[in-house]
């Protein structure tokens, strides 16, 4: 494997993406070409990648052309199917999980009408643990879907490792996840002094680097994807230090896939 050098340092690990979209995000189309091509550019070669959250999430067959699209770009993403809960109503077993290779179920609980303690998200919960398959859960937008209100259903579900996506608000996410050893965070929007604290409360070895690529360009001065992701990586490698950085954005990874 080549060495990828970053500030001027030679780092000798595949950096990985737990948090990725591609789609359709505000009138703009982010194809999964381009999608591929940006971060294979910037050295993440393995990435957690789901469609961009709408207000139905239905997975329309453009939706399956897409996500296979996705595949057929990388054969080693790790692909997300997102659930709302009319996609549930239809598909009450989420037997769409069967028909490609999904490695992780997400719900978003600011868009989506999902109860933190309802029937139909523990539904989602238990077809997870059937299906020994991860679920990433958004936080942050509304109580409905801040961490601490998933405190309940995780502990519920130990069998079923879940990420706090965003984690927020950052106090509950630490609470869950040191009440929950199921329970994993990921770094997207989250301000690197927060990701420096999990690391003092003991928790890093549950920490995942995700950066909610494309969206959070948004936000960003920076126009060109490329560059701003290479900075993104630059200022969390400087900040945490190349030996933390690894954890969160390899060994971590690896270690919440089992995969070795």
Not at 156 to 166: K, T
């Amino acid at each position: 494997m080549s060495k990828k050098v970053i500030n001027n340092k030679s780092i000798d690990f595949q950096v990985f993406d737990v948090h990725i979209h591609f789609g359709e995000y505000k009138g703009h189309f982010f194809a999964p070409e381009s999608i591929n091509e940006t971060l294979t550019f910037c050295g993440v070669h393995r990435f957690s990648v789901m469609l961009f959250p709408n207000k139905l999430n239905l997975n329309t067959e453009r939706d399956k052309w897409l996500n296979t699209k996705i595949l057929e770009q990388n054969s080693s993403v790790d692909l997300l199917l997102v659930v709302s809960p009319e996609l549930l109503m239809v598909d009450d077993n989420l037997s769409i999980l069967d028909t490609l290779p999904y490695k992780m179920i997400k719900l978003h609980g600011a868009l989506h009408s999902w109860h933190p303690n309802g029937k139909a998200i523990r539904k989602v919960f238990q077809i997870a643990k059937g299906k020994h398959i991860p679920i990433m859960l958004h936080t942050g937008g509304r109580e409905k879907s801040d961490a601490g209100s998933y405190l309940n259903i995780c502990a519920d579900f130990p069998e079923v490792r879940v990420i706090l996506a965003h984690s927020r608000p950052f106090d509950e996410t630490l609470k869950v996840m040191k009440m929950c050893p199921n329970v994993w965070a990921d770094t997207s929007f989250l301000p690197i002094e927060k990701v420096k604290l999990f690391d003092r409360e003991g928790l890093i070895d549950r920490v995942l680097f995700g950066t909610d690529f494309p969206i959070a360009t948004y936000f960003s001065n920076e126009t060109n994807p490329q560059t701003w992701y290479d900075k993104t990586i630059s200022k969390m490698m400087a900040a945490l230090g190349v030996g933390t950085f690894k954890i969160i954005s390899n060994v971590n990874y690896i270690n919440f896939y089992h995969r070795y």
